[in-house]
């Protein structure tokens, strides 16, 4: 027969140890991406991101140097842009992505946080200098999608 008074530990190490040893669930990354584009050829109404893109955490989008909301991505393009955000602030670095104008005037720089990292990439026209990073990888893939709604939404 089980004495009562050795049940009685035991039965409160049980009820005490998923407290103690419970993780807290991870907060959602704080995403944001700014798109900044140059393309001094072209007339400033035609320049997509000349007057500067910003994405926040929430989805909501502003343009212009006084930050005016112009709308919201929808709730998947939220999440594809941060799943991709994600990847590429995790992959393993590679070096300074360092702005080099392929065409003088024209070019195309999209900073991505997550509150405590950040990447710049640079490019043109959508397409990133391939000495940031080759086709399918992180930040290939990252450029693409930031710019497609970047042209799409503003």
Not at 86 to 95: H, M, N, Q, Y
Not at 136 to 145: C, E, N, V
Request: aromatic share 4%; net charge positive.
């Amino acid at each position: 027969m089980v004495r009562l008074k050795h049940v009685w530990p035991i039965l409160l190490a049980l009820m005490v140890a998923p407290r103690c040893f419970a993780q807290e669930p991870k907060a959602d990354p704080q995403i944001t991406v700014d798109v900044d584009v140059t393309c001094e050829v072209v007339a400033p109404a035609q320049c997509k991101g000349g007057a500067g893109f910003h994405i926040a955490a929430d989805g909501t989008l502003r343009t212009g140097p006084q930050g005016q909301t112009i709308g919201q991505l929808t709730s998947g393009d939220l999440s594809s842009l941060k799943t991709a955000a994600e990847r590429l602030l995790k992959a393993p670095a590679t070096g300074a992505c360092l702005a080099r104008p392929i065409l003088p005037g024209v070019s195309e720089t999209i900073k991505v946080s997550n509150g405590s990292s950040s990447l710049e990439l640079h490019g043109v026209g959508g397409k990133l200098d391939p000495r940031c990073g080759r086709p399918g990888s992180s930040a290939y893939d990252f450029f693409r999608l930031a710019d497609e709604m970047m042209r799409r939404y503003s």
